[in-house]
């Protein structure tokens, strides 16, 4: 199953680069009603929380996660195909939906069981640079970070949402929660996360002064 799948992926990097961009679109259109069950425009309509929903559905735990990989695959493969014809904002929509759906995977599956042709999350990361991450991918995010140890990473994460200030209050909160969960890792855990202990005090004080902040009558308004 696995092994078919990535043999379409091949040919559509092959098509892609051939410039036979009217085979690609018939090549994903084929991949996503075999193997996921959906068209692009249905996955890229429904929420994140549907989608999943709809992968897993009736399947094996094996098997979504399975759906799951070959969708983000086919997503991507969609937002390059709309980078050839100028559709910037097509592109955008299935990277973002490709990152959500990744990260949500990835948060419960081990490294070693995703497949090659999974794009990866360095590489969606790169290709949204200059576009705005929503909340809840940025939170996802967050969380992929402090479970691997990129305690720095996941305070960036952390200060983006902050800066979103329709989410400053909750964020506040969630940062509070973050920064002390960290404070009961060892010195030598936080170093080698990048972020030892009299940053993450600093950062708990940033996070007090924003809440004081916050609250103050003029933000009320």
Known sequence: MIEKFAALIAQIVQRSSEGDL?????????????????????????????LISRLLKGVSTAEGRNRCFMTVALLHQTARLHDRTNEQGEAVQCRLRALALLMTIRNFTEEEVVPDFVPKLAL??????????????????????????????AEDRLFELLDRMEWEGRTIE?????????????????VAGGLPKEEIESAIEELHKRGESAKSPANSR
């Not at 259109?29 to 068209?39: A, I």
């Not at 890792?185 to 936080?190: G, I, M």
């Open 22 to 50: 009217e085979d690609v679109r018939k090549l994903i259109n084929q991949g996503t009603e075999e193997w996921v069950g959906l068209t692009i425009e249905e996955m890229r309509e429904m929420s994140d929380s549907k």
């Open 124 to 153: 969606l990361l790169e290709e949204l640079k200059g576009f705005e991450l929503p909340a809840p991918v940025l939170a996802a995010l967050m969380h992929h970070h402090e479970l691997n140890g990129e305690f720095a990473k």
């Open 174 to 190: 969630f940062g509070h929660s973050f920064f002390h969960r960290l404070l009961g890792k060892s010195d030598e855990e936080l």
